[in-house]
């Protein structure tokens, strides 16, 4: 894994080289190329507005202020958004949403990957980010719970390199080193690596301060290069890799060995240990953009394409598995996507913009499945302790299409409407379509009161790669056999989303936001882990209702800056449509005749931050000195049969410490100090029940984590 760090440098030192040579005969950016990048950023950002939706942005700044900083996950810099929940495995759940997320790098959006413990997206390669929901226009489709906009930096505005070392707490070695600069010619870059080591790699399965079994290697690269063409259009193409490797964490109370109706079987296997039991996963994730982008006096187009690879396998420890479940799957799944974006924008005259795009993507999906199990006889008993081999391997091929057009029409100064409406058609294992109408509207009261409201009609297919082949009478007559047999693949989910919402600024450092939703879908998508193996399948519910209401203030002034964010949720489903093999029988009959909670239901949610930064203070130890800290609190994600209970409510409080250092003729120092659950507080993400729920998961128990940086 290592190797992933050296290769960073080495991309480093070979961009850092050219750099130079290129500098050779110009020390600085032209002002007028900063003009240009500066143009064309703004024209790009106007092909795809968020009119009507709700937009909540993060910059650089906030994500220092969070725990860890640009040092922690992703996920974690999402979660500080409003109506994010936090989930096992990495994932989070956004508006009462599981999973149905679009990602977008620069504009482009990024096609649909395996999804793993892994966070393939690093923070230490973000401008800002911004979460869009609510009632999308137009050029938003298939994936619409949540609009993950990103904008890198670029080179153009980032010249210079940062490298940095960071670690603490369980075993944690976290170095990373980026570096970016403009070239002659117009060329502009940015480039990063980092690598991960850690003994906490994904959730523990007990409440203690470290996991069994539960080491993670990983190393991520992304690249971004941009030659300006002229003053009008430039080329620019972002590449990306990450490898990740985990261990899955043991319990150490595994003393039930497998049985047969409550009888501990003899599998004549060795039996070894709870504790050794010894599964992995390794996850693998590459993808490639290259887009054109031309900015005229009234027409605006950016045309990109994109290439992804996926993979997933999860690596069984066969006689530990069969030892304690009677059942050891080894799984590979892997998904490449190819397409093309385009999306462009024409002002007809000052009161209409037309907005116009498609999207186009080919998937191929492999979905290799061996499992090993047990003869069993008509009464369920095994007959032998030989293990039989049972292959159920499937390979499919998928295609999306998406076409949209629009009109931002403002028809008086306070009042602006964005209508119109875009076509889908998904052919995977079902061929389905879709017209959907939008609308949104924004009404300026006065200049510190907006007000936006809006309709959306969605279509979501379902995840291509973690469909099954839907073969459950394979396993019969095996420990694996299902208690279900009935089988239909999982359909798109067809959804009314209705969003009301207003911000106000009480001065300019106080700012508050609220808004409300309302979604009612047919088919509703939710996904679950229904085996051994961490990897989630999709299914459908008949019918779908989620609501809610988000609250969020900001306040900045001087040095001092405070954001909070607290939203209430409720998701719910009605009768399971698809893929019942993955249901018990009592399962089944209850969900088809109540309303239950879906699992990723959370009530409560919220997040929250204060930061100080005494900069100038007349003391010198604290100048140039941040100190900050933030919380994450949740009422707990659901649990029991049919999600009828819930696991509790937990508030981890985090604290963090960032002292700059300033020296004449010498790099800018950076030291940094976190405390993650300040208190210890011991709490339960998951509790091993639940529709869709395998294994207890615990949050991270108090860590102290350090490290330097240097700018240079």
């Known amino acids: 894994m290592r190797v992933w760090f050296l290769v960073g440098f080495l991309c480093f030192f070979s961009m850092n080289s050219y750099a130079d040579n290129a500098r050779g005969t110009s020390q600085s950016i032209e002002l007028n190329e900063i003009d240009v990048i500066g143009n064309l950023d703004q024209a790009r950002n106007s092909i795809e507005p968020s009119l009507g939706a709700t937009d909540y942005n993060i910059g650089v700044g906030q994500i220092d202020d969070e725990s860890q900083g640009d040092n922690a996950s992703f996920n974690q810099v999402v979660l500080r958004t409003p109506g994010a929940a936090e989930d096992s495995f990495g994932q989070l759940h956004i508006r009462g949403e599981h999973a149905n997320l679009e990602y977008r790098i620069n504009d482009v959006v990024l096609p649909e990957g395996i999804s793993g413990f892994g966070q393939e997206l690093d923070s230490r390669f973000i401008d800002n980010v911004s979460l869009i929901d609510g009632s999308l226009p137009a050029q938003y489709g298939f994936h619409t719970a949540g609009i993950v906009d990103i904008h890198t930096k670029s080179g153009a505005f980032t010249n210079g390199g940062t490298i940095s070392m960071y670690g603490g707490s369980h075993g944690e070695v976290n170095p990373s080193i980026s570096y970016g600069a403009s070239a002659k010619g117009g060329i502009n870059y940015f480039v990063t690596s980092s690598y991960l080591e850690d003994n906490l790699g994904i959730e523990n399965t007990t409440n203690s301060s470290s996991a069994i079994h539960d080491q993670t290697q990983q190393g991520k690269m992304f690249a971004y290069v941009s030659k300006i063409i002229d003053d009008s259009s430039r080329l620019s193409v972002m590449l990306s890799a990450s490898h990740s490797d985990f261990q899955i964490p043991n319990s150490p109370d595994g003393t039930d060995y497998f049985t047969a109706n409550g009888l501990t079987f003899p599998t004549g296997l060795p039996v ?160 389905e379509y879709q017209f959907s109408p939008r609308i949104n509207a924004v009404y300026e009261i006065n200049q510190t009161t907006k007000v936006h409201g809006g309709y959306s009609r969605y279509f979501t297919p379902p995840p291509l790669e973690l469909e099954q082949s839907g073969k459950p009478n394979i396993y019969n007559n095996t420990t694996a056999a299902l208690p279900v047999t009935e089988n239909s693949a999982a359909r798109a989910e067809r959804a009314n989303y209705f969003d009301l919402g207003m911000t106000h600024d009480f001065s300019s450092e106080l700012h508050f936001g609220l808004d409300t939703y309302y979604k009612t879908a047919h088919d509703q998508l939710d996904e679950g882990q229904f085996g051994a193996a961490p990897i989630f399948v999709p299914f459908n519910y008949k019918e779908g209702k989620v609501k809610g209401i988000e609250f969020t203030v900001e306040y900045k002034k001087g040095g001092l800056s405070i954001y909070s964010n607290t939203a209430l949720s409720a998701s ?96 800018t120092f950076k030291i940094r100090f976190d405390i993650v659950n300040l208190f210890d507080e011991s709490y339960e993400l998951r509790d091993g029940s639940g529709v869709g729920v395998y294994a207890p998961q615990y949050g991270p128990r108090r860590g102290f984590y350090g490290g330097f940086s240097m700018d240079f």
Do not use: C
Not at 425 to 430: K, R
Not at 607 to 627: C, H, I, Q, R, W
Not at 652 to 662: A, K, M, V
């Open 272 to 431: 070894i240990k709870a504790t050794d039991v010894n599964d992995r996963q390794i996850e693998q994730n590459f993808y490639g953009i290259v887009t054109y982008q031309k900015s005229q006096e009234k027409l605006n187009y950016q045309v990109s394409a994109f290439s992804r690879f996926s993979e997933a396998q999860y690596l069984p420890d066969d006689t530990g598995d069969l030892d304690y479940n009677g059942v050891a799957s080894r799984v590979n799944d892997s998904l490449l996507t190819n397409g093309l974006e385009l999306d462009g924008s024409y002002e007809l005259n000052d009161a209409n913009t037309l907005r116009a795009g498609s999207t186009l993507t080919i998937s191929d999906a492999i979905n290799d499945n061996n499992t090993l199990a047990f003869p069993v006889d008509v009464n369920g008993n095994p007959t032998t302790g030989i293990p039989v081999s049972i292959i159920d391997n499937n390979q499919k091929q998928g295609e999306e299409y998406g076409f949209y057009l629009q009109n931002e029409w403002r028809i008086s100064d306070p009042l602006t409407i964005n209508y119109g409406g875009r076509f889908d058609e998904s052919y995977q294992y079902l061929n």
């Open 572 to 667: 719910m489903g009605k009768g399971v449509a698809t893929e019942q093999f993955n249901f018990g029988s009592d399962e089944i009959d209850y969900i088809n005749a109540h309303w239950i909670h879906m699992d990723h239901d959370q009530l409560i949610t919220g997040s929250g931050g204060m930061a100080y930064e005494f900069d100038g203070s007349p003391y010198a130890l604290l100048n140039k000195t941040k100190v900050s800290a933030d919380i994450l609190y949740g009422s707990g994600l659901r649990a029991g049969f049919a999600n009828e209970q819930h696991t509790g409510f937990y508030n981890p409080i985090n604290l963090g410490l960032e002292h700059t250092i300033h020296l004449r003729n010498f790099p």
